[in-house]
């Protein structure tokens, strides 16, 4: 969906390495999600946003911080990559209707690290 | 905790051939539910969602998913694949009463479909 996007699409780094993911959305939505996708897991959550002053922990937020730095706007940082931080990472964004909400998902970064 | 079960890790038909993959969820409350679509090299993309009404859901490209809450499922069918159709696919659920907007993935389901 060209209304959410991700920069940079593909990136290699090293192990130690700091590193930061960004999103963008011009859908005008208030939630904000950042999830890593791997092979046979799915789709795991690593930390949300419902607004530029709440920031939420996912299942898998070791290793990894966010900053909102407004309501388009969604950063993702690995502070020091290690190897198993390889994944394809997601952003996504829904409005935030308790209940029937709906996530809409960027096109993914693709992070290794050697 | 809750969770949700694709037990179709990889699937490979022939096109024109019909299609079920199997989803189930542990959690007990309302739910809603959703299937998404990854083409290979692209993003996931909302194939359907259930939310109320009809167990039915119908959407897009011609899937369409059947809830039955007393067996906690809601698995994706199609009466023909194309090879269009190979993709990976990822069943969801969020609470129905949650403002979380925490949404639990499957592990997702490989589908090869063969010209």
């Known amino acids: 969906d060209a209304d959410v996007t991700q920069t940079p699409r593909n990136r290699i780094t090293k192990t130690g390495k700091r590193i930061m993911l960004e999103c963008s959305q011009t859908?005008?939505?208030?939630?904000m999600y950042w999830y890593r996708q791997d092979p046979g897991l799915g789709l795991r959550l690593i930390y949300y946003s419902f607004d530029v002053k709440d920031i939420n922990k996912g299942e898998i937020s070791d290793g990894y911080s966010v900053s909102r730095q407004a309501q388009a706007k969604f950063s993702l940082s690995l502070e020091s990559a290690i190897p198993n931080q390889t994944a394809l990472y997601f952003c996504a964004t829904s409005r935030g209707l308790a209940g029937t909400d709906t996530q809409y998902f960027g096109p993914g970064t693709r992070l290794t690290v050697l | 905790a809750q969770s949700v079960s694709q037990h179709n890790h990889h699937v490979i038909l022939s096109e024109a051939a019909s299609l079920e993959l199997g989803c189930n969820y542990s959690?007990?409350?309302?739910?809603?539910l959703f299937w998404y679509v990854q083409y290979p090299g692209q993003h996931l993309q909302l194939l359907l969602k259930?939310?109320?009404?009809?167990?039915l859901v119908k959407g897009i490209k011609g899937f369409e998913a059947e809830f039955i809450k007393s067996k906690f499922s809601f698995n994706l069918r199609k009466p023909s694949v194309q090879w269009s159709d190979t993709a990976e696919y990822f069943c969801?659920?969020?609470?129905?009463?949650?403002?979380?907007?925490?949404?639990?993935f499957g592990q997702g389901t490989t589908l090869q479909v063969k010209p």
């Open positions: 959690y007990g409350g309302t739910v809603n």
């Open positions: 859908k005008g939505h208030d939630r």
């Open positions: 259930y939310f109320s009404g009809d167990p």
């Open positions: 969801a659920v969020i609470h129905g009463s949650s403002n979380t907007g925490k949404l639990i």
